[in-house]
Structures are given as structure tokens and as C-alpha cells.
T-cell receptor
Framework: SAVISQKPSRDICQRGTSLTIQCQVD?????MFWYRQQPGQSLTLIAT?????????ESGFVIDKFPISRPNLTFSTLTVSNMSPEDSSIYLC?????????????FGPGTRLTVL | DAKTTQPPSMDCAEGRAANLPCNHS???????VYWYRQIHSQGPQYIIH???NNETNEMASLIITEDRKSSTLILPHATLRDTAVYYC?????????FGTGTSLTVIP
């Protein structure tokens, strides 16, 4: 299975600033995904990031707030812009890999963001 | 939106089988049932998935009803390290919509 790393693992930021989260995979993958997990909640899909095309955002998420880059098949970034305390969450990336005859998703360890 | 419902929490004695139910009454014919778990402060971990046949791997067994409207994840001999939130997801492709999951506590 793919090995996924995220940077930073955690950060504490001031409101109004922006943070860029990096996701690195040890193999080339077509589909990458970004999720948010608010405190005590389940995971919510933010967007799907394909290499060479614009990210596709889920309802309630917009590019101006969460711009995403996908420059190659092993890397993606998610920026949380103009942060407020409500953005305090764990942000996770995942990748889709074909295994055992079916597409599976593998998740990174997450980035824990606290906004003051 | 999530298409699954799960009990919010369950307890299981160490060494016993843990049976985690999931309802997915609106599942479509081309949708698979996936199970993931999330141990505190870690990313979700894949457990097992299936379409309509029962599946077994080194971690768990997945029992899907004949009408595919519900399924059960079975951890045959639960250990303390199996304490986690377990998510049941139905998906036909690559978008995963997580429900609230079941918080399983394995009791010594």
C-alpha cells in the first residue's frame, strides 16, 4: 500500500493567516483527496485533486478558502486561507490505489491545525 | 452524503468476537461496502471491503446480507488495540462519504 506523509504534523496559527499543508506519496497516484475532521466529528471530503486539472470541490467548500495544488503524481498541497477558529481541525489527505482487484483509499497521518 | 447508519458506540470483552453492524438500505448495485477504522489521532486504516459476497482477510470478516441492505464487520478475537472508531462506507468510485461511525471499546 502507498505510504503517505503530511507536513506539518501540527500547527498553531493566528486568525487571518494562511497555512499550506503538504501531502507526499511514495508512488505515483492519479487520485488524491483532502478531508477535514473537526473535533469529535467524522471525516468530511473537501475536494478531489487530479494531476493536471482543477480540483473538484464538495458542497460547502470553495477554492478561495481551500486552494489546492497538484503539480505531479506524488504531491499535493491544501491551503487553508484567512483562517478562523472554526477552521481548527485535522486535515487529512488520501490517495486511491488499485489493490486486490478494487480501488482502495489509503490515508495520511493528518495535520492537526489549531487556530487562535 | 453518507449512506450508512451505525450504532454510536459498542463494548466488547477482550478475546471475544466484536460484531459491528451497518445499515445501508439505499445502496446501489455498483456500490461496494468498505470498512475503515481510526485509532485516536491517526489517519483511517483500511480493514476490508466487499460487493455482495462475504469476505475474510487477516484482520476481519465482512458479512453482507443477501439484499445488501446491511452488513456486519466481525473482529474474531478482539484485543485492546482494536479500540477505535469503525466507519462503514458505501462507494461506487473514489469519493468516500464518512458517516458517524461506531466507537468500539475493547474491555480487558
Amino acid at each position: 500500500s502507498a505510504v503517505i506523509s503530511q507536513k506539518p504534523s501540527r500547527d498553531i496559527c493566528q486568525r487571518g493567516t494562511s497555512l499550506t499543508i503538504q501531502c507526499q506519496v511514495d508512488s505515483q497516484v492519479t487520485m488524491m483527496f483532502w478531508y477535514r475532521q473537526q473535533p469529535g466529528q467524522s471525516l468530511t471530503l473537501i475536494a478531489t485533486a487530479n494531476q493536471g486539472s482543477e480540483a473538484t470541490y464538495e458542497s460547502g467548500f470553495v477554492i478561495d478558502k481551500f486552494p489546492i495544488s497538484r503539480p505531479n503524481l506524488t504531491f499535493s498541497t491544501l491551503t487553508v486561507s484567512n483562517m478562523s477558529p472554526e477552521d481548527s481541525s485535522i486535515y487529512l489527505c488520501s490517495v486511491e490505489e488499485f489493490a486486490q482487484g478494487q480501488d482502495e483509499q489509503f490515508f495520511g497521518p493528518g495535520t492537526r491545525l489549531t487556530v487562535l | 452524503d453518507a449512506k450508512t447508519t451505525q450504532p454510536p458506540s459498542m463494548d466488547c470483552a477482550e478475546g471475544r468476537a466484536a460484531n459491528l453492524p451497518c445499515n445501508h438500505s439505499t445502496i446501489s448495485g455498483n456500490e461496494y461496502v468498505y470498512w475503515y477504522r481510526q485509532i485516536h489521532s491517526q489517519g483511517p486504516q483500511y480493514i476490508i471491503h466487499g460487493l455482495k459476497n462475504n469476505e475474510t482477510n487477516e484482520m476481519a470478516s465482512l458479512i453482507i446480507t443477501e439484499d445488501r441492505k446491511s452488513s456486519t464487520l466481525i473482529l474474531p478475537h478482539a484485543t485492546l488495540r482494536d479500540t477505535a472508531v469503525y466507519y462503514c462506507i458505501v462507494s461506487s468510485g473514489n469519493q468516500f462519504y464518512f458517516g458517524t461511525g461506531t466507537s468500539l471499546t475493547v474491555i480487558p
